[in-house]
């Protein structure tokens, strides 16, 4: 392949594990890789000191949505000036393939792609409604790959190979794991903690993610209910957690909705409300049109219909799920890659 190939994009938890799959992917073919994230958000925690890349940059970037008009001048200038970084970077290490997996951290990286004239640009676009940095850039990309998009190349979404290989085919619900994407939900944990005595009455054992911020409170409520929950604020070993669990409830960030299809884990999906454009209504949206999982916005949240979910035809579900992914997306969009800049 020619030149140095950058992956660059995060902030959050979703973006990044796509950014994951597609080093151990360039890894095992050879094929080093730079990646260019920023110090705010989740990059750091995630890819610090990760001996599977050539290089990492973490740059003091801030995202420009959602700030007041000063804040966005403020922040597009700090943007610029990381571009003008990166380009530096850029002619150091002859970069000529960048991929950008969305989100805050991937903008100076990104727009440094489209400066450099003999700098080829992918973008994957995670979610149904597509971010507001890839609406601005895609038409600079070479390609865009994204799971919704009728245009992509290929549609199977980038999801780590454990999950499929920890996953099996559910015949009743003994455990059911809650979780809230990388940052916790507390809507997810405020409804754990209301269905968790009659789960414990059903003899139903509970995995619970909370988050950093909300684990201590979820921790100690479930000790005043004597209940031997499994809680944790975050973990690596999510692959694991869903393999044990027959049922799940959660938020429907796009990395944790494909995971979950990949392990044929029937899921109760109640979407982050602000996510822009309703996106995480709309990612689960055409699953549930498909009978594949159960929707509920969090307004509408209520014990009944839970309950009615955890005892309807999981087995059928689960079976159903293993046939609504491919596992080899990583593989095929990395092939495209590989071949055009050759
Ligand atoms: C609030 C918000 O805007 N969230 C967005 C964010 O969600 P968020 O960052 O929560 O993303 P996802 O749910 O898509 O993915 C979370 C990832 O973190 C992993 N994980 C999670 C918990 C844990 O303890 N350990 C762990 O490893 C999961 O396995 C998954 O791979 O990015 C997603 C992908 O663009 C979007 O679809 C979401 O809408």
Known sequence: MRGSVVVTGGGTGGHLKVADAFVDEFNKRGIPVIFIGSSNGQDKQWFENDKRFKKTYFLDTKGVVNKNALGKVK?????????????????????????????????????????KLDCK????????????????????????????????KIKDYPVSQEFFELGRIREEVKTIAFFGGSQGALAINDFAL???????????????????NDFLRVKDEYEKLNIKADVFDFSKEIPLKMQEADFC??????????????????????????????????????????????LQREEDLNEEDFFK??????????????????????????????????
């Open 194 to 212: 209301k269905v968790a005595f009659k789960l414990n009455e059903m003899d139903i054992k509970i995995i619970h993610q909370a988050g950093k």
């Open 75 to 115: 922040s597009l200038f700090n943007i610029l000036s990381k571009t003008a970084y990166c380009l530096g970077l850029f002619t150091k290490y002859n970069v000529k393939t960048v991929i950008s997996v969305g989100g805050f951290s991937a903008a100076a990286a990104t727009f440094a792609s489209i400066a």
């Open 121 to 152: 640009l992918y973008i994957h676009e995670q979610n149904s409604v597509m971010g507001s940095l890839n609406k601005l850039t895609s038409k600079f990309a070479t390609e865009v790959f994204s799971s919704f998009l009728k245009s992509s």
């Open 249 to 294: 409830v959660s938020r429907a960030g796009a990395s944790t909705l494909w995971e979950l299809c990949a392990n044929c884990l029937p899921t109760f999906f109640i979407p982050y409300k602000y996510a822009a454009g309703d996106h995480q209504f709309y990612n689960a949206k055409d699953l549930k049109d498909r009978g594949l999982c159960f």
């Open 309 to 342: 979910a955890i005892n309807s035809d999981i087995h059928t579900i689960s079976k159903n799920l293993a046939s609504s992914i491919n596992s080899n997306a990583v593989s095929l969009i990395c092939n495209i890659i590989v071949q055009n800049n050759k």
